[in-house]
T-cell receptor, first 112, second 115 residues
Framework: ETGVTQTPRHLVMGMTNKKSLKCEQH?????MYWYKQSAKKPLELMFV???????ENNSVPSRFSPECPNSSHLFLHLHTLQPEDSALYLC???????????FGNGTRLTVT | QQQVKQSPQSLIVQKGGISIINCAYE??????FPWYQQFPGKGPALLIA?????SEKKEGRFTISFNKSAKQFSLHIMDSQPGDSATYFC??????????????FGTGTRLTIIP
């Protein structure tokens, strides 16, 4: 058990669908993150939340919409995605924004 | 461009040998250099990390060597074992204006240890 749980593990969606990725951390951390992992590319930071407030947004397209209702839960709402958005989406948490990251096992997203 | 360049892309090492993965960075403001290990189907996990005020850090069979003047750092895995087979990511962090740690990752090295 990693302490950071992501659901679903796999998701296939069409370009016109709307879906959401869920992340839950059981570590009592104050910061949560969304990363995108594509083959042969560095992990890309998408969003950072600290105490439920968004503090970092790395020029991510508006078709990705994060939501952090409390310090334990993080969502990534998806709509009108493109095939190039297919990737592994990783959630992470840390005690503070300067502390080591704890990653979940990711959601493998395929956009058809 | 705040890049971290990692090499090699893939590495095959015999059991008991030394695995060496190298990273180079450009931004001299980076002040924290972690290595993450990722097994198939799992998320990355912090393996070992170093600050630029020391040249080497060792934890068990894993050692980070850091060369500040060359802006390079490397991971050495001694007595490599099949269970070490994974993808390894180096990273470097820069404290942003918000005081957040913002990790810049390398592209990863897929390490395979053969019997």
């Amino acid at each position: 058990e990693t302490g950071v749980t992501q659901t679903p593990r796999h998701l296939v969606m069409g370009m016109t669908n709307k879906k959401s990725l869920k992340c839950e951390q059981h570590l009592g951390h104050n910061a949560m993150y969304w990363y995108k992992q594509s083959a042969k590319k560095p992990l890309e930071l998408m969003f950072v939340y600290s105490l439920e407030e968004r503090v970092e947004n790395n020029s991510v397209p508006s078709r990705f919409s994060p939501e952090c209702p409390n310090s334990s839960h993080l969502f990534l709402h998806l709509h009108t995605l493109q095939p190039e958005d297919s990737a592994l989406y990783l959630c992470a948490s840390s005690q503070e924004t300067g502390s080591p990251l704890h990653f979940g096992n990711g959601t493998r997203l395929t956009v058809t | 461009q705040q890049q971290v360049k990692q090499s090699p892309q893939s590495l095959i090492v015999q059991k008991g040998g030394i695995s060496i993965i190298n990273c180079a960075y450009e931004n001299t403001a980076f002040d924290y250099f972690p290595w993450y290990q990722q097994f198939p189907g799992k998320g990355p996990a912090l393996l070992i990390a170093i600050r630029p005020d020391v040249s080497e850090k060792k934890e068990g069979r894993f050692t980070i060597s850091f060369n500040k003047s060359a802006k390079q750092f490397s991971l050495h895995i001694m007595d490599s074992q099949p269970g070490d087979s994974a993808t390894y990511f180096c990273a470097a962090s820069l404290i942003s204006n918000f005081g957040n740690e913002k990790l810049t990752f390398g592209t990863g090295t897929r390490l395979t240890i053969i019997p």
